[in-house]
């Protein structure tokens, strides 16, 4: 295909920056070298930031990036920098704390303007043609006529955001209240659908939080809320029936109108949180949104060689060829009435294709007021015959479905986000004891440590396909350890914990913080930003500090080394102001935190029914508990001189205190689920 222009952005392997390599602005990649021709001409920066599933994106850029006029501008007057928010994390990080000290909120595309060092000035999410040529135009101006005025102001910038890291020592041995953090981290929820106001995101760090709470301290409010927020979006319209998983994020407060896009973090960490909730309430719906999960992972996002792609667009052709937000995943009545005939009016009812479901402009999204149990219910229908139906519905739509124009697949393959959904992987796993389950999980983490890690235990971010790799964040080892711990701890292979050790030993040395028990978001050798970021707050994702605190935790546990204890609980004591000040921005925190003021419990069994005996525990819902397996003598700490011929012993630890070994696996049942 001829295209107009073409601009550098052309030799670039992200899915992201390849979408503007035909914009008439003169994009660049985001390099060390375009800041050093940037302060030898004093030219201003525009540092535009976004990802490829990302629907404002792909409007900005229709609207302002291939505008003519708007391009002529920015290519006059500044250096345009375009940066994919996967690859790079740390320039994400920076620029989004920029943008809400200059605008209390953030969003993508975010936009900066800076000073030719990366300085910010300025910043916005999206904007129309006119807004942001205007905007432009008033830098530009200032910029001309007073620069010291505009280096001043980067130079306040840059010292608000080089703030030190937490340090907190006030608090030095008073323990948390965990009562009054639950009460925060549930005020001003929604006591109908759960979650908080629209736009609802997911959040299953704080669904993993009320989890806990609810399971290690009895916290029925928790639970409450917990099983509130699952059982609404399981029913939304943020869940795709159709075709399986979750969408980002819903625009109302029932979860019925979902932002499309669909991304593999959301559904590995939304996979994790719904196999454990099933254990808790073996609810239907939640069992359906994990194999829904699961089918989305496989039919979308998984490729040969057992690794995941990254997201799934929120835009795709219509069936006039052009880009529509939904296109894939909305209906109309008439096609609905002619593919379902007589079975339309109660797959209407049950579907909501009414007035509730009606999105706009005469298009429907399928969502549910009810589950199946109870609408077979209520119209009289054996559930078996009413479950077939709703069966032979979905294969049916899916089947339509796919004639359409498929939404576009971001193919990157990301660590950290790889090593989430491989732990929600062996979470269903435990739960539901599928093997292709278990095999896509240990495939796709062979994958990475065959691919993306280092002898030394150095993690890339990421690998295309012609080899091209960039070094990882403390995001890419943090979540890569805890998937090897869990790994661990569900298959029993010592090498996943010899591989944690490993990485977890690198990143002591390389992320290491000089003034605080935290670590720096980007190694030393590898940083190259004004600032080098401690990553504290907890997003959707979790941050990466407070997985690392819960990695030392656990591996201080199984590795008997109590430094690595310590530090964890060092790393919770810096934090423990902002948990208590913004439990929900901290939520990762708050469990972590829990999970060291617990009793440390230990649970080993040893010998030939091992794992039929853990296939049991693993259903069960687990306190804060370390696991550890063999069939034979071990030598890793928690197994050594454990191990009799001919039984299978359990041990049950509580702070290093064991009881005596047991063959009765019925006794530790009940101490795990009294």
């Not at 890291?165 to 209240?177: C, H, K, Q, R, V």
């Not at 015959?385 to 990301?414: C, G, V, Y």
Request: aromatic letters at 10%; hydrophobic letters at 40%; one cysteine or more.
């Amino acid at each position: 295909m001829a295209h107009q222009f073409t601009n550098s952005l052309i030799h670039q392997k992200s899915p992201y920056l390849l979408q503007h390599a035909h914009n008439p602005v003169n994009w660049v990649a985001w390099e060390n070298t375009q800041l050093e021709k940037a302060t030898a001409k004093q030219q201003l920066l525009i540092i535009s930031i976004g990802y490829a599933a990302c629907h404002w994106c792909h409007v900005m850029e229709a609207e302002c990036f291939e505008n003519s006029t708007v391009a002529a501008f920015m290519n006059a007057h500044f250096i345009p920098i375009k940066v994919d928010r996967e690859e790079r994390p740390d320039i994400d990080h920076l620029y989004m704390e920029a943008l809400q000290l200059f605008t209390g909120s953030g969003g993508w595309p975010l936009n900066i303007v800076a000073l030719p060092d990366g300085r910010p000035l300025w910043g916005c999410t999206y904007l129309p043609a006119d807004q942001w040529l205007t905007a432009l135009q008033r830098i530009v101006e200032l910029h001309q006529k007073d620069p010291k005025k505009l280096e001043a102001y980067g130079n306040k910038m840059l010292t608000y955001l080089s703030t030190e890291p937490p340090t907190d020592t006030a608090l030095e041995g008073t323990p948390l209240n965990f009562e009054a953090l639950t009460a925060a981290l549930l005020h001003n929820g929604d006591a109908q659908y759960g979650g908080y106001r629209a736009p609802k995101f997911m959040m299953p760090v704080i669904l993993d939080s009320l989890l806990k709470m609810g399971t290690w301290e009895q916290h029925p409010k928790a639970l409450k809320a917990l099983h509130t927020t699952l059982s609404s979006i399981a029913l939304g319209g943020i869940h795709d029936t159709i075709s399986g998983g979750l969408s980002r994020y819903a625009v109302d407060a029932e979860w019925h109108i979902p932002h499309f896009e669909k991304m593999a973090y959301d559904n590995g960490l939304a996979l994790s949180t719904y196999a454990t909730a099933y254990r808790l309430e073996k609810n239907p719906l939640y069992k359906q949104v994990v194999d829904g999960i699961l089918k989305f992972l496989s039919d979308w996002l998984l490729e040969d060689r057992g690794r995941f792609y990254s997201a799934v667009d929120a835009d795709s052709k219509n069936t006039a060829g052009e880009n529509e937000e939904g296109a894939y995943y909305h209906w109309e009545l008439p096609l609905l009435e002619d593919l379902l005939k007589d079975d339309f009016p109660l797959f209407a009812d049950y579907y909501n294709c009414n007035s509730k479901g009606h999105w706009e402009n005469g298009k429907y999204v399928l969502f549910r007021t009810e589950d199946a149990t109870a609408f077979a219910a209520k119209n009289n229908i054996p559930l078996s015959r009413f479950l077939a139906l709703e069966k032979k519905w979905n294969t049916l739509l899916e089947q339509h479905r796919r004639q359409r124009h498929a939404p576009s697949i971001d193919k990157k393959i990301l660590c950290s986000w790889n090593a989430i959904v491989s732990k929600g992987l062996l979470e269903a796993y435990r739960t539901f004891n599928d093997t292709k389950t278990l095999e896509f999980a240990t495939n796709n983490l062979e994958f990475l440590f065959n691919h993306l890690v280092e002898p030394n235990g150095g993690v890339h971010r990421y690998v295309y396909d012609n080899g091209q790799k960039t070094p990882g964040f403390l995001e890419d080892y943090a979540y890569l350890i805890s998937a090897c711990v869990h790994c661990y701890e569900t298959v029993f292979d010592a090498l996943w914990l010899e591989r944690a050790k490993l990485l977890l030993e690198y990143c002591l040395i390389h992320f290491k913080a000089n003034n605080s028990p935290l670590l720096f978001f980007t190694a030393q050798q590898h940083n190259s930003l004004l600032i080098r970021k401690i990553d504290c707050e907890d997003n959707v994702i979790p941050s990466a500090n407070a997985i690392m605190a819960e990695n030392l935790l656990h591996l201080g546990a199984h590795f008997n080394q109590p430094q690595w204890t310590q530090q964890a609980k060092a790393m919770v004591q810096a934090m423990q102001s902002k948990i208590q000040q913004s439990p929900k921005n901290y939520s990762k925190w708050m469990a972590v935190a829990l999970e060291c003021q617990q009793k440390q419990l230990e649970l080993v069994v040893v010998g030939p029914q091992y794992k039929t005996y853990f296939k049991t525990i693993h259903r069960l819902a687990l306190p804060a508990i370390r696991l550890a397996g063999s069939a034979t003598a071990a030598s890793l700490p928690l197994l050594k001189n454990r191990y009799k011929e001919g039984e299978t012993r359990l041990y049950w630890c509580e702070n290093k205190s064991c009881d005596l070994p047991t063959t009765n696996l019925e006794a530790i049942v009940k101490k795990i689920s009294p």
